[in-house]
Protein backbone atom coordinates (compact mmCIF):
# COMPACT_ATOMS: atom_id res chain seq x y z
CA UNK A 1 0.00 0.00 0.00
CA UNK A 2 1.24 3.85 -0.62
CA UNK A 3 -0.16 6.92 0.78
CA UNK A 4 -2.43 7.63 -2.33
CA UNK A 5 -3.86 4.06 -2.38
CA UNK A 6 -6.25 5.73 0.42
CA UNK A 7 -7.12 8.55 -1.77
CA UNK A 8 -10.52 9.10 -2.81
CA UNK A 9 -11.55 10.45 -6.64
CA UNK A 10 -12.81 13.86 -4.57
CA UNK A 11 -9.93 17.12 -4.16
CA UNK A 12 -9.88 18.13 -0.29
CA UNK A 13 -11.96 21.46 -0.85
CA UNK A 14 -10.07 22.65 2.21
CA UNK A 15 -8.61 26.02 1.92
CA UNK A 16 -4.81 26.07 0.47
CA UNK A 17 -2.64 25.87 3.40
CA UNK A 18 -5.13 24.64 5.94
CA UNK A 19 -3.51 22.12 8.94
CA UNK A 20 -6.20 19.26 7.55
CA UNK A 21 -3.82 18.61 4.96
CA UNK A 22 -0.92 18.00 6.94
CA UNK A 23 -3.37 15.92 9.41
CA UNK A 24 -4.23 14.11 6.65
CA UNK A 25 -0.89 12.88 5.07
CA UNK A 26 0.40 11.86 7.96
CA UNK A 27 -2.78 9.88 8.88
CA UNK A 28 -2.31 8.36 5.78
CA UNK A 29 1.37 7.52 5.99
CA UNK A 30 0.70 6.10 9.46
CA UNK A 31 -2.13 3.62 7.91
CA UNK A 32 0.47 3.07 5.22
CA UNK A 33 3.02 1.98 7.67
CA UNK A 34 0.84 0.15 9.67
CA UNK A 35 0.19 -2.55 7.04
CA UNK A 36 -3.48 -1.31 7.20
CA UNK A 37 -6.17 -1.52 4.53
CA UNK A 38 -8.62 0.76 3.56
CA UNK A 39 -10.93 -2.27 4.45
CA UNK A 40 -9.36 -2.66 8.33
CA UNK A 41 -10.42 0.80 9.14
CA UNK A 42 -13.29 2.71 9.91
CA UNK A 43 -12.81 6.89 10.56
CA UNK A 44 -15.80 8.79 11.82
CA UNK A 45 -15.50 12.19 11.38
CA UNK A 46 -17.24 14.60 13.27
CA UNK A 47 -19.08 17.66 11.93
CA UNK A 48 -16.95 20.87 10.69
CA UNK A 49 -14.40 21.38 7.79
CA UNK A 50 -12.39 18.22 9.30
CA UNK A 51 -15.36 16.01 8.92
CA UNK A 52 -15.19 16.62 5.38
CA UNK A 53 -12.22 14.56 5.19
CA UNK A 54 -15.01 11.73 5.00
CA UNK A 55 -14.76 12.44 1.47
CA UNK A 56 -10.94 12.65 1.02
CA UNK A 57 -9.71 9.28 2.66
CA UNK A 58 -10.73 6.18 0.99
CA UNK A 59 -11.30 3.91 4.29
CA UNK A 60 -14.29 3.27 5.65
CA UNK A 61 -16.15 6.52 6.69
CA UNK A 62 -18.93 7.28 9.07
CA UNK A 63 -20.07 11.25 8.94
CA UNK A 64 -21.65 11.21 12.41
CA UNK A 65 -23.99 14.24 14.33
CA UNK A 66 -22.02 17.42 15.53
CA UNK A 67 -20.89 15.89 18.42
CA UNK A 68 -21.42 12.41 18.12
CA UNK A 69 -18.71 10.76 16.70
CA UNK A 70 -17.40 9.20 19.74
CA UNK A 71 -20.69 6.97 20.17
CA UNK A 72 -20.64 6.15 16.92
CA UNK A 73 -17.23 5.13 16.76
CA UNK A 74 -17.83 2.76 20.58
CA UNK A 75 -20.48 1.28 18.59
CA UNK A 76 -18.76 0.10 15.51
CA UNK A 77 -15.86 -1.31 17.50
CA UNK A 78 -17.96 -3.53 19.94
CA UNK A 79 -20.12 -4.51 16.70
CA UNK A 80 -16.47 -5.21 14.82
CA UNK A 81 -13.59 -5.38 17.11
CA UNK A 82 -10.94 -6.66 14.51
CA UNK A 83 -11.34 -3.00 12.38
CA UNK A 84 -9.38 -0.22 13.60
CA UNK A 85 -11.82 2.24 14.74
CA UNK A 86 -10.26 6.40 14.52
CA UNK A 87 -12.32 9.32 14.91
CA UNK A 88 -11.49 13.03 13.55
CA UNK A 89 -13.21 15.83 14.73
CA UNK A 90 -12.73 19.38 15.20
CA UNK A 91 -11.92 20.96 18.80
CA UNK A 92 -15.60 22.16 18.82
CA UNK A 93 -17.00 18.88 17.84
CA UNK A 94 -14.98 17.09 20.48
CA UNK A 95 -14.59 19.49 23.20
CA UNK A 96 -17.93 21.27 22.81
CA UNK A 97 -21.00 19.57 21.51
CA UNK A 98 -19.06 15.83 22.35
CA UNK A 99 -17.10 16.43 25.53
CA UNK A 100 -19.51 14.65 27.73
CA UNK A 101 -18.87 11.21 25.33
CA UNK A 102 -15.12 12.24 25.09
CA UNK A 103 -14.85 11.98 28.99
CA UNK A 104 -16.93 8.81 29.32
CA UNK A 105 -15.62 6.89 26.39
CA UNK A 106 -12.40 7.71 28.24
CA UNK A 107 -13.46 6.36 31.86
CA UNK A 108 -14.74 3.46 30.05
CA UNK A 109 -10.90 3.04 27.89
CA UNK A 110 -13.21 2.10 24.79
CA UNK A 111 -10.42 0.87 22.10
CA UNK A 112 -11.01 3.85 19.66
CA UNK A 113 -8.19 6.53 18.66
CA UNK A 114 -9.42 10.17 18.90
CA UNK A 115 -8.08 12.46 16.70
CA UNK A 116 -9.07 16.14 17.41
CA UNK A 117 -8.52 19.26 14.71
CA UNK A 118 -7.60 21.99 17.07
CA UNK A 119 -7.62 24.80 15.65
CA UNK A 120 -9.09 26.77 18.49
CA UNK A 121 -12.44 27.65 16.49
CA UNK A 122 -15.60 26.38 15.02
CA UNK A 123 -13.87 26.77 11.41
CA UNK A 124 -16.68 25.68 8.85
CA UNK A 125 -19.55 27.99 10.06
CA UNK A 126 -16.64 30.80 9.67
CA UNK A 127 -14.85 31.28 12.57
CA UNK A 128 -16.74 31.36 16.13
CA UNK A 129 -15.15 30.79 19.42
CA UNK A 130 -14.45 27.30 20.54
CA UNK A 131 -13.76 25.35 23.85
CA UNK A 132 -9.74 25.63 23.03
CA UNK A 133 -10.39 29.39 22.18
CA UNK A 134 -7.98 31.36 24.64
CA UNK A 135 -9.45 33.48 27.59
CA UNK A 136 -10.43 37.24 25.77
CA UNK A 137 -10.18 35.88 22.35
CA UNK A 138 -12.08 38.20 19.66
CA UNK A 139 -13.69 36.02 17.46
CA UNK A 140 -16.90 36.80 15.70
CA UNK A 141 -19.40 35.55 18.55
CA UNK A 142 -17.28 37.28 20.78
CA UNK A 143 -17.06 40.55 19.53
CA UNK A 144 -15.64 41.71 23.23
CA UNK A 145 -13.29 38.64 24.14
CA UNK A 146 -14.35 35.69 24.96
CA UNK A 147 -15.56 35.62 28.80
CA UNK A 148 -14.35 31.59 29.42
CA UNK A 149 -10.75 30.30 30.07
CA UNK A 150 -10.11 27.55 27.54
CA UNK A 151 -10.43 23.39 28.20
CA UNK A 152 -7.13 21.85 28.63
CA UNK A 153 -7.59 18.43 26.45
CA UNK A 154 -4.19 16.94 27.48
CA UNK A 155 -5.11 17.92 31.85
CA UNK A 156 -8.46 16.97 31.49
CA UNK A 157 -7.65 13.49 29.95
CA UNK A 158 -5.47 12.68 32.24
CA UNK A 159 -7.68 13.22 35.15
CA UNK A 160 -10.49 11.09 33.41
CA UNK A 161 -8.10 8.24 33.09
CA UNK A 162 -6.77 8.13 29.69
CA UNK A 163 -4.18 5.98 29.33
CA UNK A 164 -2.53 7.35 26.16
CA UNK A 165 -2.34 11.06 25.34
CA UNK A 166 -0.62 13.00 23.24
CA UNK A 167 -0.35 16.31 21.26
CA UNK A 168 0.87 16.89 17.63
CA UNK A 169 1.12 19.86 15.56
CA UNK A 170 -0.01 19.67 11.74
CA UNK A 171 3.24 21.98 10.71
CA UNK A 172 5.40 18.29 11.56
CA UNK A 173 3.51 15.97 9.54
CA UNK A 174 6.46 13.28 10.20
CA UNK A 175 6.13 13.11 13.76
CA UNK A 176 2.38 13.78 13.65
CA UNK A 177 2.50 10.16 11.55
CA UNK A 178 4.39 8.59 14.33
CA UNK A 179 2.07 9.91 17.28
CA UNK A 180 -1.05 8.22 14.73
CA UNK A 181 0.66 5.02 14.72
CA UNK A 182 1.91 5.18 18.71
CA UNK A 183 -1.93 6.32 18.81
CA UNK A 184 -3.80 3.43 16.92
CA UNK A 185 -1.55 0.71 18.17
CA UNK A 186 -2.32 1.54 21.84
CA UNK A 187 -4.83 -0.91 22.91
CA UNK A 188 -7.11 1.12 24.38
CA UNK A 189 -8.48 4.82 24.14
CA UNK A 190 -5.65 7.07 22.48
CA UNK A 191 -5.95 10.81 22.44
CA UNK A 192 -3.97 12.85 19.75
CA UNK A 193 -4.90 16.43 19.99
CA UNK A 194 -3.66 18.07 16.88
CA UNK A 195 -2.78 21.33 16.60
CA UNK A 196 -4.07 22.22 13.36
CA UNK A 197 -3.58 25.96 12.03
CA UNK A 198 -7.11 27.76 10.24
CA UNK A 199 -5.39 29.95 7.42
CA UNK A 200 -8.42 31.81 7.08
CA UNK A 201 -10.37 32.59 10.67
CA UNK A 202 -7.68 31.92 12.90
CA UNK A 203 -5.08 34.98 13.25
CA UNK A 204 -3.51 34.10 16.07
CA UNK A 205 -2.47 30.55 16.47
CA UNK A 206 -0.40 30.04 12.98
CA UNK A 207 1.99 27.56 11.80
CA UNK A 208 4.41 30.40 12.81
CA UNK A 209 3.07 30.75 16.26
CA UNK A 210 3.86 27.05 16.97
CA UNK A 211 6.90 26.81 15.62
CA UNK A 212 8.17 29.19 17.72
CA UNK A 213 7.05 27.50 21.23
CA UNK A 214 6.66 23.85 20.07
CA UNK A 215 9.37 21.70 21.99
CA UNK A 216 9.30 18.12 21.58
CA UNK A 217 8.61 16.01 24.86
CA UNK A 218 9.95 12.60 22.96
CA UNK A 219 13.95 14.68 22.96
CA UNK A 220 12.96 16.25 26.49
CA UNK A 221 16.04 14.53 28.66
CA UNK A 222 14.45 12.30 31.77
CA UNK A 223 11.21 12.73 30.73
CA UNK A 224 9.24 9.60 31.48
CA UNK A 225 5.72 9.15 29.97
CA UNK A 226 4.77 6.44 32.56
CA UNK A 227 4.80 9.44 35.30
CA UNK A 228 1.73 10.97 35.87
CA UNK A 229 3.28 14.24 37.92
CA UNK A 230 5.45 14.67 34.99
CA UNK A 231 2.96 14.67 32.69
CA UNK A 232 0.56 16.73 34.34
CA UNK A 233 3.74 18.69 34.89
CA UNK A 234 3.70 19.43 31.12
CA UNK A 235 -0.01 19.45 30.87
CA UNK A 236 -0.08 23.12 32.44
CA UNK A 237 2.70 24.30 29.88
CA UNK A 238 1.21 27.13 28.21
CA UNK A 239 2.70 30.64 26.74
CA UNK A 240 6.21 31.10 25.32
CA UNK A 241 6.60 27.49 25.53
CA UNK A 242 4.57 24.78 24.34
CA UNK A 243 5.09 20.50 24.79
CA UNK A 244 3.83 18.51 21.81
CA UNK A 245 4.70 14.34 21.57
CA UNK A 246 3.40 11.89 24.19
CA UNK A 247 2.17 13.42 27.54
CA UNK A 248 0.83 10.29 28.90
CA UNK A 249 1.07 6.17 28.46
CA UNK A 250 0.45 3.04 30.45
CA UNK A 251 -1.67 0.11 30.01
CA UNK A 252 -5.36 -0.24 30.73
CA UNK A 253 -7.81 -3.10 30.24
CA UNK A 254 -10.13 -1.87 27.79
CA UNK A 255 -14.19 -1.97 28.08
CA UNK A 256 -14.22 -4.51 25.12
CA UNK A 257 -11.76 -6.60 27.13
CA UNK A 258 -14.59 -6.32 29.94
CA UNK A 259 -17.10 -8.19 27.76
CA UNK A 260 -17.57 -11.45 27.95
CA UNK A 261 -19.87 -11.61 24.94
CA UNK A 262 -17.05 -10.42 23.05
CA UNK A 263 -15.10 -13.13 22.90
CA UNK A 264 -14.67 -14.92 20.13
CA UNK A 265 -15.53 -14.21 16.93
CA UNK A 266 -16.03 -10.39 15.86
CA UNK A 267 -20.34 -9.70 16.16
CA UNK A 268 -20.63 -8.48 12.81
CA UNK A 269 -19.18 -11.71 11.52
CA UNK A 270 -20.82 -14.18 13.32
CA UNK A 271 -24.40 -15.68 12.05
CA UNK A 272 -27.19 -13.60 12.82
CA UNK A 273 -30.07 -16.11 14.12
CA UNK A 274 -33.51 -14.66 13.27
CA UNK A 275 -36.01 -14.99 15.96
CA UNK A 276 -39.85 -15.09 15.40
CA UNK A 277 -41.11 -11.35 16.66
CA UNK A 278 -44.59 -11.35 15.51
CA UNK A 279 -45.49 -11.44 18.98
CA UNK A 280 -43.64 -9.19 20.05
CA UNK A 281 -44.37 -7.01 17.05
CA UNK A 282 -48.26 -7.44 17.83
CA UNK A 283 -47.85 -5.85 21.34
CA UNK A 284 -47.51 -2.74 19.49
CA UNK A 285 -49.44 -2.67 16.80
C1 LIG B 1 -26.08 19.99 16.41
C2 LIG B 1 -25.43 20.97 15.50
N1 LIG B 1 -25.11 22.19 15.94
C3 LIG B 1 -24.50 23.07 15.13
C4 LIG B 1 -24.19 22.73 13.84
C5 LIG B 1 -23.53 23.76 12.93
N2 LIG B 1 -22.13 23.51 12.71
C6 LIG B 1 -21.71 22.89 11.59
S1 LIG B 1 -20.04 22.82 11.50
C7 LIG B 1 -19.87 23.61 12.96
C8 LIG B 1 -18.51 23.98 13.48
C9 LIG B 1 -17.60 22.83 13.67
O1 LIG B 1 -16.43 23.26 14.32
P1 LIG B 1 -15.35 22.22 14.77
O2 LIG B 1 -15.98 21.03 15.36
O3 LIG B 1 -14.33 22.90 15.61
O4 LIG B 1 -14.73 21.76 13.37
P2 LIG B 1 -13.91 22.59 12.28
O5 LIG B 1 -14.91 23.13 11.30
O6 LIG B 1 -13.18 23.70 12.99
O7 LIG B 1 -13.02 21.57 11.67
C10 LIG B 1 -21.12 23.92 13.53
C11 LIG B 1 -21.32 24.63 14.80
C12 LIG B 1 -24.51 21.44 13.40
N3 LIG B 1 -24.21 21.01 12.18
N4 LIG B 1 -25.14 20.57 14.24
Known sequence: MKAK????????????????FGMQIAMKN?????GLKPENVLIVYGIGCSGN???????????????????????AKLANKDLTVIVMAGDG???????????????????????????????LTTGQSAPTSEKGTKTKSTPDGL??????PMSL????????????????????????????????????DVFQPCVTFNKINTFKWYYDRLYKLDAKP?????????AFKEALVWGNKIPYGIFYEVKRDTYGSNLPQLNGKALAKRPIKVKDITALAKEFA
Request: hydrophobic letters at 35%; proline letters at 2%.
Open 5 to 20: DFDTSYKPSWCPGCGN
Open 30 to 34: ALVEL
Open 53 to 75: GANFTKTYAWHSLHGRSVPSAVG
Open 93 to 123: DSYGEGMGHFIHAVRGNADITYVTHDNKLYS
Open 147 to 152: IEVAVN
Open 157 to 192: ALSAGCAFISRGFAGDADHLKEMFKSAILHKGFSLV
Open 222 to 230: GYKKTDKNQ
